[in-house]
């Protein structure tokens, strides 16, 4: 992009709509974080295990991972805000039905369907926001609406260890309500956009899958997204408020706080290590961010000292925050600017699932059958290994696309 360009893309005005779908970003992220301190705990008060509690957390990843190819249907045969409605409903009516669970297995089931809805406005945000976005602008308006889920998801959990004080039941009555307004707001303001479906055009090249894996950057990808998936996504969100309860003998509010002080340490870097990796390459940054978050996780369960917990989980945060935008722009280059590339992103995607549904259930078992501190570097060190395989593979090629696309 010339610097004309730049400055005519920073001259574009965003429009009300996609206010509107940043908006959104921030309620949710904000209700999933103010659910997140209280969910592992609440499922201990059914008289279940480390392990049974981990699952709930897993169930959620696993019914995303299993219904994301029937979104991406839905969205192609009935336009993207409708299934974007659905979704927020769907999550909603789960979300409350979770506050009246009276037995550990109707928490489970009803936390699962959240998970269908959760992958509907995903797949149709998305969709809406490439649909309704100037060409120009489409790297600030995804930078704007990034930021707005993290900056939910550091609110959400201090807003979330307020709120356990009324009750473990009222953090899932209190997302209810705000994915109900979100949606009845979505509803009127987006009632004017007019559903397209595009036309399909036989020209544009594609991307398959088959040749993206030849890609040696696209592999370590998918390995590096699957450590995150299992760390960040899945044993953070399940074990630390147990570790945080059971190993340093402190409130679910405390619990609470470190979550948002890993996005804090998120939110420091995470522009910053964007735009530099765009200057010096996409390698030292995942290579770097994996290696910091993976110390950071390993020292979490090495400690019994509050401040020291607290810094570990800051730097863990750092290092997600230098991996994450320099990973996903490693699998723009590799796909390109003119070519589709579905199941190459689906995939990418997916293997973040996959990881969040196995890394609590692993994890726990580790617990139950040792110790917290093992599960921690446990994990710790599948980051490294991803930083590993990072280490042998060439630079993506900056903007360039690293694999011709193939017809």
Do not use: H
Request: with cysteine.
């Amino acid at each position: 992009m010339t610097e004309d360009n730049r400055q005519e893309s920073n001259r574009t005005p965003v429009s009300s709509e996609i206010w509107v779908l940043i908006s959104a970003s921030f309620v949710i992220a904000l209700g999933f974080g103010i659910v997140s301190p209280a969910l592992p705990q609440f499922a201990t008060e059914f008289g279940v295990g480390v392990f049974a509690a981990s699952a709930v957390i897993s169930t959620f990843a696993l019914m995303r991972l299993l219904f994301a190819p029937a979104s991406g249907t839905l969205v192609q045969k009935l336009g993207e805000r409708p299934i974007y409605l659905s979704g927020l409903l769907i999550v909603a009516l789960s979300t409350g039905a979770c506050a009246f669970a009276q037995t550990y297995w109707q928490l489970l089931v009803f936390r699962g369907l959240g998970g269908i809805g959760s992958t509907m406005f995903s797949v149709s945000a998305l969709g809406l926001l490439i649909r309704m976005s100037p060409p120009q602008s489409r790297g600030r308006i995804s930078g704007l609406y990034a930021t707005s889920f993290l900056l939910g998801s550091i609110g959400g959990p201090l807003l979330g260890g307020a709120v356990v004080g009324l009750g473990l039941r009222a953090p899932f009555l209190i997302y209810a309500v705000a994915l109900v307004i979100a949606a009845a707001v979505v509803f009127f303001a987006l009632g004017d956009v007019e559903e397209e479906k595009a036309s399909a055009d036989s020209s544009v090249p594609v991307l398959t899958l088959r040749t993206a894996w030849a890609v040696p950057a696209y592999r370590a990808a998918l390995a590096s997204n699957f450590a995150t998936g299992w760390v960040i996504f899945g044993v953070r969100v399940a074990l630390i408020p147990l570790f945080v309860i059971e190993v340093l003998q402190r409130s679910a509010a405390v619990a609470a706080v470190s979550l948002a002080v890993f996005a804090v340490g998120n939110a420091i870097v995470l522009t910053t290590a964007g735009r530099q990796s765009d200057l010096r390459g996409r390698k030292p940054f995942v290579v770097a961010g994996l290696v910091v978050a993976g110390v950071g996780t390993a020292g979490i369960g090495l400690t019994d000292d509050i401040a020291l917990f607290m810094a570990f989980s800051v730097l863990a945060g750092v290092g997600s925050g230098l991996m994450t935008p320099a990973q996903q722009a490693s699998i723009a280059d590799v796909i390109g600017s003119k070519a589709r590339g579905g199941p190459v992103l689906s995939t990418f995607q997916m293997s973040a699932d996959v990881g969040a549904i196995l890394g609590p259930v692993v994890a726990a078992k580790i617990v139950e059958g040792a110790s917290y501190g093992t599960a921690f570097v446990a994990s710790g060190v599948i980051l490294l290994a991803a930083a590993a395989w990072w280490i042998t593979v060439p630079e993506p090629g900056g903007r360039k696309s690293a694999a011709a696309p193939a017809t």
